[in-house]
């Protein structure tokens, strides 16, 4: 009888435990698709997911440090404003959609070369 008590009470620890929800992280605060296009080049996309920084960006937590300091404004980005890049032309069209902290963002650029968007954008662009 105690075996069979045991038994039992095992046994209801055990679909407690597995009836239990799994904690699901926190969605996002911040989710961003970002497109880059090289006029007769590839065109490039990715996520970024912030605060906790992820997604498919390969420079999630420094792209969000960006975002960060412009308060989810890429317009108001200019990481490298002294940069010296030359006069090539190799369009770049980006854009940029989705939330941050519940705002809604959308902005897009041309820039004459990779050099010039990287000035601006940082590691945001890095795709």
């Given at each position: 009888?105690?075996?069979?008590?045991g038994?039992?009470?095992?046994?209801?620890?055990?679909?407690a435990?597995?009836?239990?929800?799994?904690?699901?992280a926190?969605?996002?605060?911040?989710?961003?698709?970002?497109?880059?296009?090289?006029?007769?080049?590839?065109?490039?996309?990715v996520?970024?997911?912030?605060?906790?920084?992820?997604g498919?960006?390969?420079?999630?937590?420094?792209?969000?440090?960006?975002?960060?300091?412009?308060?989810?404004?890429?317009?108001?980005l200019?990481?490298?404003?002294?940069?010296?890049?030359?006069?090539?032309?190799k369009?770049?069209a980006?854009?940029?959609?989705?939330?941050?902290y519940?705002?809604?963002?959308?902005?897009?650029?041309?820039f004459?070369?990779?050099c010039?968007?990287?000035?601006?954008?940082?590691s945001?662009?890095?795709?």
């Amino acid at each position: 009888m105690m075996k069979a008590a045991g038994a039992l009470a095992l046994c209801a620890a055990l679909l407690a435990g597995a009836s239990s929800p799994a904690q699901a992280a926190p969605p996002p605060k911040a989710k961003l698709k970002i497109v880059d296009g090289m006029k007769g080049g590839p065109v490039k996309s990715v996520w970024l997911h912030c605060a906790p920084a992820g997604g498919t960006h390969p420079e999630a937590q420094a792209a969000c440090r960006l975002l960060r300091q412009v308060k989810g404004e890429p317009s108001q980005l200019n990481v490298s404003p002294k940069a010296s890049c030359t006069q090539e032309i190799k369009p770049h069209a980006v854009a940029i959609a989705g939330t941050w902290y519940g705002r809604s963002v959308r902005w897009a650029k041309f820039f004459a070369n990779e050099c010039q968007m990287r000035a601006m954008t940082g590691s945001v662009t890095a795709l």
